[in-house]
């Protein structure tokens, strides 16, 4: 593919990105591509970047980086702050929601969401209209209505503010949305309800990048393209399929940099059990 | 733009209220002895049992050393050097609200305080004390017609002498504190307040305090009386320019609540702090106090201080009747230079009496906060309760927050609960915030209005909106 | 206090202390210095904001100022239940070889009383000592230095492991007074020390006890201190630095003791210290128990706790004022501290001070007071379940101090505290 022929049709393009924490290394030299409307899943094991890579795309201070580009809709997204980022489209489902005491769950999201309408030039939303959005809402995933009136995921399950975190991402309507381990802490009832949350946001333009350990998420987020991160760079790229392989396979394979003798794969898998 | 960037681009703004009016001032010379204070006298046209309570009280002054106790750093104030009465002049008796220096009317107008007939706020009443003088008064005709007198300390010593012998330093007496005798001996003007028996008073009663004049202190006197099952809201706000010596506000407030009465303090300070090297700005040392006098009264003090070089002052309440209640609601901030040393006493005497203490510190800059109480519980407030909380946050690694409760207790049948805590503003709940398109700048004064939100929710509406904005403007370059 | 109630100290004060330095030693500038600040400033008085709940009138009465005598016989109390195997007995303040037991002390540690140490010690060592044990206008630290005369220094140094019960014994029935006892303890090395001391008294007698503890990298030191019954006027000073990953333990209980004033100060030098600082009594007639805590988080990552319970009946009167300093560099500190009071009577007081004092914004420091009465709510669920009034306040009490004792390993010992303190508890007028 051409300059040219990508130029307008990727939402976001990642080139040979450097990003350490720090000063050590932790992304060397990712690339990724992801068209308007796709779902791409990057897997990998614990420390292969996953993490590093959804902060850096956010712009999360701690993460810098050191050289490569990140092409936001043609836009060059190094060179926004997090909020500007956030007002573009674009939003992380943090692996670990912070807790913000003081501050009514109701309250924020309608900040933030006036903050993203003012940048967008669009009139700010009063509270009655904000309401009746954040019900609509929160029936897609299930959270109580009580939640609004305490504060920002304080004293919050592990379930609660991953809920909270599809819910804010429903209200916020963004482009391009990453998801960070949300899987992680959870049941398996909380993770199909707030799966069906994504799920009924995707569709027309909106692109996800998912990114998990575990390919259990995958089989309720049916992924368009799978990508295995290994010490900074995606290693393998594949569809849906790949997901399931890893999941039988495990990762021990990248250490060697073989594919996996099958009988290791099985013990992995033993072990995981 | 980092954080560091945005607030600093906020430090560079400035004390909003920093202006000098350009008015002609009847000023006494400066310096004080006993001529001075006869002088005062004169001028104001006071009795002869007003001059001699002055002089008491400044000769038990002389006898009293300035006090080092509180844990603030303070250049020493040469008490010969201050001017102890300064008037906008002409000061004749005014009729009406027209007769004001225009001048005047405009600088209250520039402060958000209209003194106009047609521009005042429908529900509040104000006193507007400039310098040393009350040199308007709203709606007191109205609150007339309910037996409420509302006005000027002066005009009530000559109308209801009988009311103010009664209660002038009964809450407060001179020999209280340096400050407090200092007051008694040289207060030029303040306001009065009596809401009788049974009445509740219909709208917010509020004084606005401005020191205009340069090398003055000010030294008003505030006296609120509640009657039998009467209720009353008092505001009160100040500023003052900016100027580079320290200019001494060394007021008295006392407060009288009998049977059944309620009485609610709200203050919002926002004297001029000083510039970010700390050079000027007004030292604040205030004593108040509130006296729940009869059988289930109850004085709530809320206070959001913003303002001031230093800060030192402990609104406070003696439970003397059963059943009586005392509260006491602050946010203190500083920022840059200042310092606050804030809180207050909740003495219980009476049976059941109860106390609540919230105390909000916020530090920022190389400002240092301190919380200092005391619940003191003696021995015959069968049942008494207290619940304290103080929280402090820090923004910043240069500031300080100290928290010094006294808690004593003479009652076994006592309950006093006390809890404090400290906190900081993480920087992942900023970057939380940022990734919700929320800007840095918004993201903090969100986070420290959530900390002082059970604060605000004590404050009349106006107020509440007043403090947020204050409040946000006070914290600006407060990181970084 | 005035001058003339001071004779009585002044008098004795400067005879007594030239009378031991008859012959220039390390102590004598001490001892000089001692006399000359007590005689300076004297017992403060209340106004004095450190003395705000402690009058020390008493002290001037005539009984005080002599020492006691090296002789004494150990005050007969049950023994307490150690599982220390090295006793170390103290006598009116004086080390008392022929009484101790220090066959099973490892090597790495030693045990000396203050003239041996003054021999053998080399220029480090009265350095530490020194430091340790500064100069200071306390009264009771002036007092101690005036008249010092023998002290205990206990030094652990490498990889080792040892109990140590140390005896102090009192014994003013023949005639009253006054002994001062001055101590060094010094860990370093990664040793592990763990002291139980043991403090009994009879007769009117002023016990003066001043430690300086230097915990070092990677040590650690447990230390319970125990007040049985019958003592008459005790102050405790410590002085602890703690350094790198260290830990420092401190407990004290005690009951019938007619005034206590316990100050402690623990600055938390190295990064990965720790202190726990915990305290339960229970206090009747007109006793006065006063503790008196300062942590200092000197450096960052380091953290505190500490917890005081007190339970008062009679005229009794209890204080606490415990401040936590975090200076500038202290970031992620952890301190919590809470002090908690139970008030049994109408004229029993209590006085309560926490205080924080932070100057680092990346620190937890909470701390919390409370002063009550029993839960008559649970007192009352006790007796419907047939428990008797004394007993359901005895459970509740024990409840309320379990806190504090929680945490002593030793059972027998645990259960002999509570035991003491149980016994102890004044008669409630609260609850009929």
């Not at chain 2, 107008?109 to 706020?121: A, D, M, N």
């Not at chain 3, 005639?175 to 001062?180: E, L, M, V």
Request: net charge negative; aromatic share 8%.
């Amino acid at each position: 593919m051409s300059e040219n022929e990508k130029e307008g049709s990727m939402i976001l393009e990642v080139n040979d990105l450097h990003a350490s924490v720090e000063d050590t290394p932790i992304l060397r030299g990712l690339n990724l591509n992801v068209k308007p409307g796709e779902v791409h899943a990057i897997m990998g094991p614990n420390g292969s970047g996953k993490s590093t890579f959804a902060n850096v795309i956010a712009g999360h201070e701690d993460y810098a980086v050191d050289s490569g580009s990140v092409l936001y809709n043609g836009i060059d997204l190094l060179d926004l702050s997090p909020e500007e980022r956030a007002c573009e489209g674009i939003f992380l489902a943090f692996q670990y929601p912070v807790s913000i005491p003081g501050i009514s769950n109701a309250y924020f999201l309608r900040s933030a969401l006036n903050a993203v309408r003012r940048y967008r030039e669009e009139s700010e939303v009063d509270a009655v209209d904000f309401l009746q959005l954040v019900r609509s809402k929160m029936a897609l995933v299930g959270m109580d209505e009580k939640l609004l009136q305490r504060s920002v995921n304080d004293g919050f399950s592990g379930g609660e503010k991953k809920r909270n975190e599809i819910l804010q991402m429903a209200v916020l309507d963004p482009k391009l949305a990453i998801l960070d381990e949300t899987d992680s802490g959870l049941d398996i009832d909380a993770l199909r309800i707030v799966a069906e949350g994504v799920n009924a946001l995707r569709g027309g333009d909106r692109s996800f990048i998912v990114v998990t350990h575990y390919q259990r998420l995958l089989d309720y987020i049916v992924p368009d393209h799978v990508h295995v991160l290994s010490q900074g760079q995606i290693v393998r790229s594949g569809d849906k399929t790949l997901a399931h392989e890893l999941e039988r396979e495990g990762y021990s394979w990248l250490d060697s940099g073989d594919k996996p003798k099958k009988s290791e794969a099985d013990q992995k898998v033993q072990e995981a059990s | 733009m980092s954080e560091a960037e945005e607030l600093q681009k906020l430090a560079d703004k400035e004390y909003e209220f920093g202006f000098v009016t350009d008015v002609e001032a009847d000023s006494i010379p400066p310096g004080l002895d006993e001529d001075t204070i006869r002088e005062i006298v004169k001028r104001k046209g006071e009795p002869d049992w007003l001059l001699e309570f002055r002089l008491k009280a400044f000769r038990h002054w002389q006898t009293m050393e300035d006090p080092a106790w509180a844990k603030v750093k303070k250049n020493t104030v040469n008490y010969q050097d201050l001017i102890y009465y300064s008037a906008p002049k002409p000061k004749k008796q005014l009729d009406s609200l027209d007769e004001v220096d225009p001048e005047l009317l405009e600088t209250f107008e520039k402060l958000g305080i209209s003194l106009e007939e047609q521009k005042r706020l429908s529900n509040v009443a104000v006193d507007a004390v400039f310098d040393s003088v009350s040199v308007a008064t709203t709606f007191s005709d109205k609150l007339a017609e309910l037996g409420i007198i509302f006005g000027s300390f002066s005009d009530a010593v000559k109308e209801h002498p009988d009311l103010i012998k009664k209660y002038l330093g009964s809450v407060v007496p001179y020999t209280d504190n340096f400050y407090s005798a200092l007051n008694a001996a040289v207060f030029s003007d303040g306001s009065f307040c009596y809401i009788p028996k049974g009445v509740a008073c219909p709208m917010e009663l509020s004084t606005y305090f401005r020191i205009n004049a340069a090398g003055t202190g000010q030294f008003e006197r505030t006296l609120i009386v509640a009657d039998e099952k009467s209720t009353v809201s008092y505001l009160e706000g100040c500023t003052a320019p900016m100027r580079d010596e320290n200019q001494l506000h060394a007021a008295v407030v006392e407060l009288v609540a009998l049977e059944d009465a309620t009485i609610k303090y709200s203050t919002v300070q926002n004297w001029y702090p000083g510039d970010a090297d700390g050079v000027g700005g007004i030292y604040n040392f205030v004593t108040k106090r509130g006296l729940c006098k009869g059988d289930r009264s109850k004085i709530s003090w809320t206070q959001v201080e913003t303002g001031s070089a230093i800060t030192w002052k402990y609104p406070s309440c003696i439970l003397q009747g059963d059943d009586s209640i005392g509260e006491f609601y602050s946010v203190a901030l500083t920022n840059n230079h200042q310092q606050a040393d804030t809180g207050t006493k909740m003495v219980h005497l009476g049976k059941r009496t109860r106390s609540t203490i919230i105390s909000k510190g916020i530090s920022a800059g190389q400002g240092q906060n301190t919380y200092r109480g005391l619940v003191d519980v003696k021995k015959n407030a069968e049942d008494a309760r207290n619940f304290s909380q103080c929280d402090s946050m820090l923004l910043g690694d240069r500031c300080g927050a100290h928290t010094f409760p006294y808690v004593e207790v003479r009652n076994p049948s006592a309950k006093v609960e006390h809890e404090a805590t400290t906190s900081k503003i993480g920087e992942d709940q900023i970057f939380y915030c940022n990734q919700r398109g929320i800007s840095t700048e918004d993201a903090i004064s969100m986070i420290v209005n959530g900390f002082c939100k059970e604060v605000f929710s004590e404050l009349p509406m106006e107020f509440a909106v007043e403090a947020q904005k204050l409040l946000a403007v006070s914290l600006e370059g407060s990181v970084g | 206090m005035n001058n003339e109630a001071l004779q009585h100290w002044n008098n004795s004060l400067t005879g007594q202390s030239e009378g031991l330095s008859s012959t220039e030693d390390l102590f004598s500038t001490r001892r000089k210095a001692g006399v000359d600040s007590f005689q300076k400033n004297g017992f403060p008085g209340r106004r004095h904001e450190e003395w705000r709940y402690t009058s020390l009138k008493s002290l001037s009465e005539e009984g005080y100022p002599a020492c006691l005598p090296h002789e004494g016989n150990l005050p007969e109390v049950d023994e307490l239940i150690t599982s220390s195997d090295i006793r170390i007995v103290l006598i009116n303040g004086v080390f008392r070889k022929d009484l101790s037991d220090l066959t099973a002390l490892p090597d790495e540690v030693r045990v000396e009383g203050f003239s041996d140490f003054r021999q053998r010690a080399n220029t480090q060592e009265i350095e530490n000592f020194d430091r340790m044990l500064p100069l200071s206008d306390h009264p009771f630290q002036s007092l101690g230095d005036a008249l010092l005369d023998d002290g205990l220094v206990v030094t652990a140094i490498g990889n080792t492991d040892a109990r140590i019960h140390i005896l102090h014994a009192y014994d003013g029935t023949d005639t009253s007074g006054s002994a001062h006892i001055t101590g060094m303890i010094h860990l370093e090395g990664g040793a592990r020390l763990e002291i139980l001391e043991e403090f009994r008294s009879q007769g009117q007698v002023m016990g003066n006890t001043r430690w300086g503890i230097h915990v070092g990298d990677e040590c650690t030191l447990s230390r319970q201190r125990i007040l049985r019954p019958g003592c008459d006027v005790v102050f405790h000073g410590s002085r602890v630095e703690v350094g790198k990953a260290g830990l420092f333990q401190d407990l004290i209980a005690g009951s019938g003791s007619r005034l206590v004033r316990n100050e402690i100060h623990v600055s938390l030098n190295g990064a990965g210290g720790h202190t726990d600082l915990f305290g339960g009594y229970v206090s009747d007639g007109d006793e006065v128990v006063d503790h008196h805590t300062t942590i200092e988080h000197a450096v960052a990552d380091c953290t505190s706790r500490e917890i005081y319970r007190g339970v008062l009946g009679g005229k009794s009167r209890g204080a606490f004022t415990g401040m936590i300093h975090v200076h500038q560099d202290a970031q992620r500190t952890d301190a919590k501290q809470s002090n908690d009071a139970i008030l049994l009577s109408r004229n029993s007081e209590m006085n309560t001070r926490p205080r924080l004092e932070i100057y680092a914004d990346d620190v937890k420091c909470t701390h919390g007071a409370t002063v009550g009465e029993l839960d008559e709510g649970a007192l009352f669920y006790l007796r419907s379940r047939g428990v008797s009034l004394e007993e359901a306040r005895r459970m509740m009490v024990r409840a309320f101090t379990a806190e504090v004792f929680g945490e002593i390993e030793n059972e027998g010992l645990r259960e002999q505290i509570i035991e003491q303190l149980q016994a102890a508890m004044p008669a409630s007028e609260c609850v009929t």
